[in-house]
């Protein structure tokens, strides 16, 4: 049963939008579903493409964008559909005969269990299909309007004015904010003035999806396979069980290149990756998508028009280009994409001040800083002559001891508005203020089943408060001081006692409230350990309790000790209205 | 993106038909979609419902069913939106308060772990709305005639002529084969003068979906309570979080009752609900469905119309009733779908002899005789007076000690043409012949990962057989004999050293398979251990190999040494053509 489309939400592009978001990418679609979380307020997504993305591009899907596709309510359908990278393989010129190449390690992807979620192989279009689907099974019934180019805008002083083509006729859309999400060459970014600064040289790839036969044994396997003259490979298996991507180095872009590597035929990239895979071949029976994608490390310095009430933001690779050799464009988008929506939706829906808007470039320019930095040494790692790394397992040594990167976790944002100083850390050590909230198993009481904590967060722009009780009375004295808003505010209680042992009805009622028309009790607030699952010893958190504020894109932003009800109402009072 | 429907396909009921299905209840949808992966046997389902079940009926999962969902892909989809069944509890009256109850025990529903899957609680509606998903995507496009009766049928000497009322007008379809799926008041079971027999009388349940308010604690958990004069309710939370269902006795049906219990109000069914829970209450704010289901324990003594060469099959409700106590209406008629349909499918195909269609009855009729004998103690002992078990504890005992019966897993079929005799057991003592195959994790050699080889097993009509290698070349001795038929055998090979030991490339050509038009290999044959997966310790598999035979219903067929390649093929010949 599909839903039924909005009778309300105009089916032409209106003439005034509270958002505009230009581009269908990643970030674009991450932004566009959630914000069509949020009912009251008119978003539009224009892109330039007549329909659906079809084919190609990024393709890696690292567990931090698997937990994200969770609160977006996909993430088991992504599962089930993708290829699982469980092991990575180093493959390096055989010391005795160096012209051939030999397996040197095989290393596990996530040697320490840094999620509940896998890192994956995916199509971007299939996650941009579900992203789509999302949106028009949200509140807003959103749909993209496909076939509309974003020509240029004009900042006003309480709007944006947006020209756009569609049909080969130009019109202005007045638009209170706009979502510049329109990838590397980013007119939204040259509209604001912003320009993609670093590394003048851009890098070669030549990048293949293959259905083909081999004596190569890991072309199943993610590897990365280094030839004695420098060349590489970077091997990536794609969902489905036959399909393997070749991203083939094709070296440095000389600076007069005029397009000339761009040309490159897809023969001469098969031929250099059998010369690389030598003594193994490749026997190629089709591919189905090929491309010469060219990049260099870029970023801009600022995600925004102005460090005042800014009115523009860009996003993903409009801010930051960089290989695509970690893996990275698809999942620091979705994420750049998040990051906005969920504050321009607080925003205009009146629950938070403007100035919450300032902190995503803040936020997210030092996320691309960082990406970048990785990128540069793991890119001239893999590409650096095996005789010259200071020791044979270098390569090897450096993927395995910064895995946390790659899989999407070293973000920790700084103090801001948003993100409280650490004082009260000690109070809950795995639950580091700023970085993402780590699921842990626990169990319902209400019905015992063990569920986990973090998969009830989804994506609809709500807070979420944590109150892991003491074993004394100081959480229920903080319950009585609690009033809190449904529709702003996700409220939930954690035992430290094993669940048989919580007596339900002696619960404070703010943790059993009453829903919907009917006035029924909601049983799914309050949890408990058992069964050898103690998340508070998995967790770090002190007996005594803990208060644990997690934002709508699931960040840690304060811990606090359950007597600091007065903390928690003046840490929100810093954010909001 | 939803496939186009087949343009071969007849878009009306023709006069002909390969397997005419009657009813699209659980069993009718089972095997409607089994045979849809035939796309060479016209097979068409008729219903008298205009459309879709909409609402009410059974609503328990066994594990069983979910490890069948697995194979027609939407285990991971029902498990998402179901209620888990993750304990049940059990109230009594209070000894020294004898009319108020309190709870005596809690206790897991699955203390040993029996399946990966769990047990769950999803509205019936939703599991045939998937079977028919599968239907419609399968290669014959198979879409159900709503709104077509079942009338009568006549067999003749190679056909079944079927007599059809479909907008007030009567016609002939001539079916090679007719599936009865038409429910406890089947006329197709009139129809071949099979009789429903057992007790004559009837027990009445009033059945109700309540949205409530109460101070009763367990609302949200499965219970089974009994008041102190021997009433007593069975309380199922539903998935969705707010709704419970309760299945409140209304005692036996006297003969004379001539349909007075049907005509119970809803309001009598509450009231009859709060004396039981005394000292607690229910108010009820809502009762999307309710129902007076009378149910008595009865059986036919074959599910066909003739020991030779039958022609009609009935299954599910049809052959057998019970109560919903043991929740296994849904399931049971399932498992009676899905045998008797690959086995059609089979036959038509030209794949197996016609006396593989007499296995059905003798298979199925055995597991309802058991279903009926586990039924009756387990509804007499809910309805015992506390007072007359044999020990307090009695009831509770009985759940744990059985558990693995209404999970689903009891059934063992006994040797016949698709069972072979266990003769050679010891050498899988986990995969015991005539149970379903209990699947474990391995690693897939081609990329390292760990998974379920169950679930590699999908609906597909065909026969599984893993190889499980000795350490020396036995395993490669048979493979040299092996020859098999893509289509209608899954041949897998699982080394017991751990997966980066083995040397995929040296594996024999049979495990690695060139596939499609392309004629790619297929990566996907070769497993093993590792990571701490042992299948070879988990399932008792001799060190030597074993070769294990499962049939298309995941049920293990045959154990065999691997020296036995003339045993294997002269066990298919005993079933093939
Ligand atoms: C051709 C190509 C191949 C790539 N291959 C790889 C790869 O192999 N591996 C890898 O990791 N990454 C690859 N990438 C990069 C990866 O896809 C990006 O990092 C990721 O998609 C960034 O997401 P985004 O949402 O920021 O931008 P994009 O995905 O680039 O989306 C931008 C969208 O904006 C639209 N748009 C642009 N201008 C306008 C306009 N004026 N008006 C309206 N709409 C507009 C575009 O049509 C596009 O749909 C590739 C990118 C491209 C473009
Ligand atoms: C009203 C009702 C309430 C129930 N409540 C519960 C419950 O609360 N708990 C529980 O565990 N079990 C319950 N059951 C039993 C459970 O639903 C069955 O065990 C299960 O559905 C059996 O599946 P089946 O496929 O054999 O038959 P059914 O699900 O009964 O399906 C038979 C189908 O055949 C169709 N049909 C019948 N006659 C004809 C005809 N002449 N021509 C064409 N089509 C025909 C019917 O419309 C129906 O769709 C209930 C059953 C019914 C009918």
Redo the contacts between chains.
């Keep these: 049963m599909e839903p039924a489309a909005d009778p309300e939400r105009p089916q032409h592009l209106p003439d005034e939008v509270d958002v505009l978001i230009v581009g269908a990418g990643p970030a674009g679609l991450a932004a566009f579903a959630q914000l069509a979380q949020f009912p009251g307020i008119s978003t539009r997504l224009i892109e330039r493409r007549a329909g659906r993305l079809e084919i190609g591009q990024a393709d890696g899907l690292q567990a931090r964008s698997i937990e994200s596709f969770q609160a977006f309510g996909f993430a088991?359908?992504v599962i089930?559909e993708s290829?699982?990278i469980?092991?990575m393989a180093f493959w390096r010129p055989d010391p005795e005969r160096p012209t051939e190449i030999v397996r040197t390690r095989?290393v596990p992807d996530d040697p320490s269990g840094i999620s509940e979620f896998p890192h994956l192989i995916l199509n971007q279009a299939r996650v941009l299909d579900y992203f789509a689907e999302f949106a028009f099974n949200s509140p807003a019934r959103a749909v993209p309007d496909y076939g509309v180019e974003f020509v240029g805008l004009e900042v006003t002083g309480d709007a944006v004015l947006v020209t756009v083509r569609q049909n080969d006729q130009e019109r202005v859309i007045r638009a209170k904010y706009v979502l510049g999400c329109d990838g590397a060459r980013s007119q939204v970014r040259e509209a604001i003035g912003r320009k993609l600064v670093g590394q003048a040289a851009m890098h070669a790839w030549g990048v293949m999806d293959v259905?083909?036969?081999?004596?190569f044994?890991d072309?199943?396997?993610k590897c990365a396979i280094q030839s004695h003259d420098g060349r590489n490979i970077l091997l990536i298996?794609r969902e489905g069980?036959?399909l393997t991507r070749f991203y083939v180095d094709l070296g440095e872009v000389p600076k007069d290149d005029a397009g000339s590597v761009r040309r490159t035929p897809l023969v001469s990239i098969v031929e250099q990756a059998n010369r690389i895979l030598h003594p193994y071949r490749i026997e190629v029976?089709?591919v189905p998508w090929w491309s010469v994608y060219e990049v260099g490390h870029r970023l801009t310095d600022k995600f925004h028009d102005a460090d005042e009430s800014p009115k523009v933001f860009i996003t993903g690779d409009a801010c930051h280009t960089h290989s695509a050799k970690a893996g990275q464009g698809m999942n620091v988008s979705i994420q750049d994409g998040w990051n906005i929506a969920w504050k321009l939706g607080h925003v205009l829906d009146g629950r938070a001040r403007p100035e919450l808007l300032e902190t995503y470039s803040a936020e997210r320019q030092v996320v691309a800083q960082n990406l970048i930095a990785f990128d540069k040494e793991w890119s001239a790692l893999m590409a650096m002559p095996a005789d010259q790394m200071p020791d044979p397992a270098h390569l090897e040594d450096f993927y395995v001891k910064t895995f946390e990167f790659p899989a999407g976790f070293m973000t920790q944002y700084q103090p801001s508005m948003l993100t409280a100083q650490p004082t009260h850390q000690h109070l809950a050590t795995g639950f580091p203020i700023g970085k993402r909230f780590k699921s842990a198993l626990v169990h319902r009481v209400?019905?015992?089943?063990?569920v986990h904590l973090g998969h009830h967060a989804r994506a609809d722009g709500r807070w979420r408060i944590y109150v892991f009780a003491d074993n004394g009375e100081k959480a229920h004295g903080l319950a009585a001081e609690l009033t809190v808003q449904e529709a702003w505010f996700d409220l939930k209680i954690i035992y430290q006692q094993p669940f048989?042992e919580v007596?339900?009805?002696k619960v404070p009622a703010v943790f059993r409230p009453?829903?919907g028309r009917?006035?029924?009790?909601?049983?799914?607030r309050i949890y408990a350990t058992g069964d050898g699952h103690d998340i508070f010893a998995e967790r770090g958190i002190s007996r005594d309790g803990a208060i644990v504020v997690v934002r709508p894109d699931q960040y840690v932003a304060n811990v606090l000790p359950l007597t600091a009800g007065d903390e928690l109402t003046s840490f929100f009072a810093g954010i909001q209205v």
């Design positions: 088991q359908r089930e290829y699982r469980y092991s095989l259905l083909a036969n081999t004596d044994p072309f199943r396997t298996p069980g036959y029976q089709d209400s019905d015992t089943t063990p048989a007596q339900i009805q009453k829903q009917l006035q029924v009790t909601d049983w799914e």
